[in-house]
């Protein structure tokens, strides 16, 4: 039972709130996470207890949920690089009316009439409030500095400075979208660059694995020995963990770098 508690705690580790400001901030792209972990550890302590191998369990569910921390987080940074450039053109589309000589506000209605019908939700959302606002006679700068996206709130930003000191907002939003654009750029020329480091972690992390197989091949039932015996039970426990924290340790490495 000790393993099995052990189990429990580290997700309540895992799942436990941080400060109020980052749980308004990242609340919404951390829920799914959350939801798996907690599901995993409820899953693992049930096996756990239903086959009494409470190490191999462990060290199953452990591996699973690394795996699957990895490509959540992949996915949720895919989408906000989505979610940027949706946000460029946006600003783009308003940058191009203000130069024509538009109104703030009618760049604003316009802009968000261009969206694609595939545009974030939550940028989309965020936009129509704004187009809203001003069709109503308000400002919409206060809806874009409520927003989740830093992206958004800059525009809200450059949209308050430009009508409370008379700034040109073209001036302001053509540096938002540079500062988004030259992001874009330093992640494409990042993931490109490594490439090959990325390769190489995959190959090292499946190498305990091949081992195991070759093993196998040979005649020397390792999987029988990690499954079934005490000591081959604490070595595939340290092995699982040394493994998922090398692969845990270049994801973020890579995504750092990226960022």
């Given at each position: 039972?000790?393993?099995?508690?052990?189990?429990?705690?580290?997700?309540?580790?895992?799942?436990?709130?941080?400060?109020?400001?980052?749980?308004?901030?990242?609340?919404?792209?951390?829920?799914?996470?959350?939801?798996?972990?907690?599901?995993?550890?409820?899953?693992?302590?049930?096996?756990?207890?239903?086959t009494d191998k409470i190490l191999v369990t462990v060290s199953f569910t452990l591996a699973a949920m690394t795996v699957l921390w990895v490509f959540n987080d992949r996915h949720q940074r895919s989408q906000r690089a989505r979610e940027q450039a949706m946000i460029a053109d946006f600003i783009g589309?308003?940058?191009?009316?203000?130069?024509?000589?538009?109104?703030?506000?009618?760049?604003?209605?316009?802009?968000?009439?261009?969206?694609?019908?595939t545009t974030a939700p939550t940028v989309q959302r965020a936009v129509t409030r704004a187009a809203a606002h001003v069709r109503q006679g308000s400002s919409g700068a206060a809806v874009f500095l409520e927003s989740d996206h830093a992206e958004?709130?800059?525009v809200g930003h450059a949209w308050a400075l430009a009508e409370r000191h008379g700034i040109p907002l073209a001036t302001l939003l053509e540096?938002?979208?540079?500062?988004?654009?030259?992001?874009?750029?330093?992640?494409?020329?990042?993931?490109?660059?490594?490439?090959?480091?990325?390769?190489?972690?995959?190959?090292?992390?499946?190498?305990?694995?091949?081992?195991?197989?070759?093993?196998a091949l040979m005649g020397a039932n390792p999987v029988g020995f990690l499954t079934t015996t005490?000591?081959?039970?604490?070595?595939?426990?340290?092995?699982?963990?040394?493994?998922c924290?090398?692969?845990?340790?270049?994801h973020v490495i890579v995504t750092r770098a990226a960022s």
């Amino acid at each position: 039972m000790t393993g099995m508690t052990a189990l429990l705690a580290a997700a309540g580790l895992l799942i436990a709130p941080g400060s109020p400001a980052t749980r308004i901030l990242t609340a919404q792209r951390n829920l799914s996470s959350r939801h798996l972990i907690t599901a995993g550890a409820i899953l693992a302590a049930l096996a756990a207890v239903a086959t009494d191998k409470i190490l191999v369990t462990v060290s199953f569910t452990l591996a699973a949920m690394t795996v699957l921390w990895v490509f959540n987080d992949r996915h949720q940074r895919s989408q906000r690089a989505r979610e940027q450039a949706m946000i460029a053109d946006f600003i783009g589309h308003m940058l191009a009316d203000l130069r024509a000589g538009a109104t703030i506000a009618h760049a604003c209605q316009h802009a968000a009439s261009r969206l694609s019908t595939t545009t974030a939700p939550t940028v989309q959302r965020a936009v129509t409030r704004a187009a809203a606002h001003v069709r109503q006679g308000s400002s919409g700068a206060a809806v874009f500095l409520e927003s989740d996206h830093a992206e958004l709130r800059h525009v809200g930003h450059a949209w308050a400075l430009a009508e409370r000191h008379g700034i040109p907002l073209a001036t302001l939003l053509e540096k938002s979208r540079d500062r988004i654009d030259s992001a874009q750029r330093h992640r494409a020329a990042t993931q490109s660059s490594l490439a090959g480091p990325q390769s190489t972690a995959l190959v090292l992390a499946v190498l305990p694995v091949a081992g195991i197989g070759m093993g196998a091949l040979m005649g020397a039932n390792p999987v029988g020995f990690l499954t079934t015996t005490a000591l081959g039970g604490v070595l595939l426990l340290v092995g699982t963990v040394l493994t998922c924290a090398g692969i845990v340790i270049s994801h973020v490495i890579v995504t750092r770098a990226a960022s």
